[in-house]
T-cell receptor
Framework: RKEVEQDPGPFNVPEGATVAFNCTYS??????FFWYRQDCRKEPKLLMS???SGNEDGRFTAQLNRASQYISLLIRDSKLSDSATYLC?????????????FGKGTHLIIQP | ETGVTQTPRHLVMGMTNKKSLKCEQH?????MYWYKQSAKKPLELMFV???????ENNSVPSRFSPECPNSSHLFLHLHTLQPEDSALYLC??????????FGPGTRLTVL
């Protein structure tokens, strides 16, 4: 089983719609979770951290379900500029920079 | 954003060449990383340096040789690479285990 799995998509979504995608992780001891955004031929940039209680940043909401070992990202009122690849990132343990694991990413296309 | 810079941005080299990738971070971080991103594959962590000491080497072939002379600079020395080493090489830095900030990457093509 892959350590971090994401549906690669692409997700084709009309502008203004709400879109959600999930990420599952295999290591139940994982402690830290992030969503990064990567535009075509650019470097990944942090979108938001994912906390156990769930967190929201504007149109973006991240949720963590430890029992089922998945993380979700919800984007409301999607904009054309949201088109990108969204990377799920997991730290398997609470400390130490080693072991950082990326998913392959979910490709999102917002259509006008 | 110029927090983490990488040079060159693009590199084409033959299998017998020797080249080096450079990364510099201006964020005062104490940890730096090299990642490889190949098409249709997830980001792969290659090397980790904490306070200039290498703490991680993810079974990377010896044709890749990292060097961290200080906490702000990181190099990746390349020699006798293979065509399958063609990829985007990303440098990142962080303060401890906090958020990692990525450089723009070097797109490497090995002929």
């Amino acid at each position: 089983r892959k350590e971090v799995e994401q549906d690669p998509g692409p997700f084709n979504v009309p502008e203004g719609a709400t879109v959600a995608f999930n990420c599952t992780y295999s290591n139940s001891a994982s402690q830290s979770f992030f969503w990064y955004r990567q535009d075509c031929r650019k470097e990944p940039k942090l979108l938001m951290s994912v906390y156990s209680s769930g967190n929201e940043d504007g149109r973006f909401t991240a949720q963590l379900n430890r029992a089922s070992q998945y993380i979700s990202l919800l984007i409301r009122d999607s904009k054309l500029s949201d088109s990108a690849t969204y990377l799920c990132v997991v730290f398997p343990s609470g400390g130490g920079a080693d072991g950082l694991t990326f998913g392959k990413g979910t490709h999102l296309i917002i259509q006008p | 954003e110029t927090g983490v810079t990488q040079t060159p941005r693009h590199l084409v080299m033959g299998m017998t060449n020797k080249k080096s990738l450079k990364c510099e971070q201006h964020l005062g971080h104490n940890a730096m990383y090299w990642y490889k991103q190949s098409a249709k594959k997830p980001l792969e962590l290659m090397f980790v340096y904490n306070f200039k000491e290498q703490t991680e080497n993810n079974s990377v072939p010896s044709r890749f040789s990292p060097e961290c002379p200080n906490s702000s600079h990181l190099f990746l020395h390349l020699h006798t690479l293979q065509p399958e080493d063609s990829a985007l090489y990303l440098c990142a830095s962080s303060q401890g285990t906090d958020t990692q900030y990525f450089g723009p990457g070097t797109r490497l093509t090995v002929l």
